[in-house]
Each structure stands twice: as C-alpha cells, then as structure tokens.
C-alpha cells in the first residue's frame, strides 16, 4: 500500500453546492494562500425525458469563481459517475484547467463501450481526460500539494483526493447514517470497496472528508462533511469495528435488491467521455438506449 502524508496544517476553503435532483454535492476548493482553486464533481442538468441539456449547477460554480476573481486548476471527477452528468468539459471551456480522473477509466471505457455498442472512434486509452491519476499520484492547487488514493469497489476507477486536511472520497464512503455505496455495477466489488474504506479510515482521525452524495437518511436535512473519527466510530456499514466477512454479506445481499440509478444511461455514455455528450454521425449529440445490456 502507498504511504500518504497528510499535512493537517493546511486548511483549504471548501464551497459545497448540492443538486437537489441528483442530490449530488460538487466543491470548489480554494488554496488559502493564494486564488487557485479546484471544482470536484460538477454536474449538468439535464431533462431526461425531454431530451434537454442545460448548465444551471455548473453556471452556479462560474459565477462564484468569477465573483471571487478565482484561477481554476483542476476540474476532477472522483469517479465515472452513474447517476448524473459531468460538466467538466462546459466548465473547461470557460474557466481552463485540467480535467483529471483515476487511470482505471480504461477499464470503465472497455466495459461500457461494448455495452453502448460504440463504434472504433471511441477511444478506449483515457485521452478525452487531461490527467488519469495513478494511485499515490501528487499534484497542487496553488501551494497546497494534492494526493489521490486508488480507491475501487464501486467503479474500477474511483478515487479519493486528499488536500490539506481534507479528503473528497466520491462514493466511497457516504456520511456515517448512509453507510457505504453499491458495488454491483461491472468492475464493482464488496471486498474491494471494504479494503478501499480501510485505506480511507487510515487518514488521521481529524481529516475532513466531504461526501459526493448524500440523501438525508431518516429525514434528516442534507449533510456532505464528516470526519474520519466519526466514520470509523459511526458508520452504519463498515464502523465500530466491523469485519469484511461483514460487510460483504450486508453489501451483497443489499444490492441484489436495489434497482438501477435512474440517469445511469446517459451518465456513463457522457461521463466516461470526459462529459462530452456523443454525437451521431451528422455532428448532432444523441444518446444511446441499450436495451437488456445493464
């Protein structure tokens, strides 16, 4: 396993926007020392059953780092999302930075190119991101230095980005009332995602962690910040010390009953693209339905 430094003397100003349709929560992150910042896991809105595209969230994101006279870095995602739509490319086009993800998008783009029945031109290498982070994988905002832990069980490719005194673990971990997430789509794995959650609870107790997700179990209202203390202490899922054999019986037998996440069609045909929407051979964007393939 790769040693992780944290440096919890760096505090980085983290600006959380929640999507009441995906309940989906993206940051940006700036650097306290300086005017780079990082956005984590935008989403575009999109009308499904219309066919309707539009930017309203990543618009959110713009005006507040235009506001706030900001420099955009990276744009990461911290996973191919399956239940909303990336706007990294309509957030590059306006602001620049790099758009990153995890290297295993190669495996995410094999599986589902096949399942989209998409042609040769899709390229299945991970060029359409800017960065594929390997596991242990340094980079910075400003002056403060970034990490990324490999983190797979729910995808091949999630990972968790560690800045300052903060970690953005994606669908790895839910808020300590929300457990963990599914691991049943292809590539996924209960014991992998248990190993992941480990790597994840190893950070030092005092660590942010800032959720992707969050669906306010029990009526609570919405959350996304918690600590590695009170995961490991409180998680419904993996905390107070329970065991893998545990965990994979809970995760498995949980999965086997969910049904699938209501945008997963459109989100891994443009997700896996970088958020690009695909177009036919005419130029025009148009999504694929796969029928009986998921």
Known sequence: MTAYTVDMSIKPDVQAFFDEVTNTISYIVKDPSSKSCAIIDSVMDIDYAAGRITFEHADALIQEIEKRRLALEWIIETHVHADHLSAAPYIQRKLGG?????CKITIVQEVFGKVFNEGTEFQRDGSQFDQLFEDGDV?????MQCFAISTPGHTPACMVHVIGDSAFVGDTLFMPDGGSARCDFPGGSAEELYESIMKVLALPDQTRLFMCHD?????RDIQWETTVADEKAFNIHVGAGKTKEEFVKFRTDRDARLSMPKLIIPSLQVNMRAGEVPRDQDGHPVLKVPVNGL
């Open 98 to 102: 790099k758009i990153g993800v995890g």
């Open 139 to 143: 980079y910075s905002v400003g002056n």
């Open 215 to 219: 669906y306010g179990p029990n009526g």
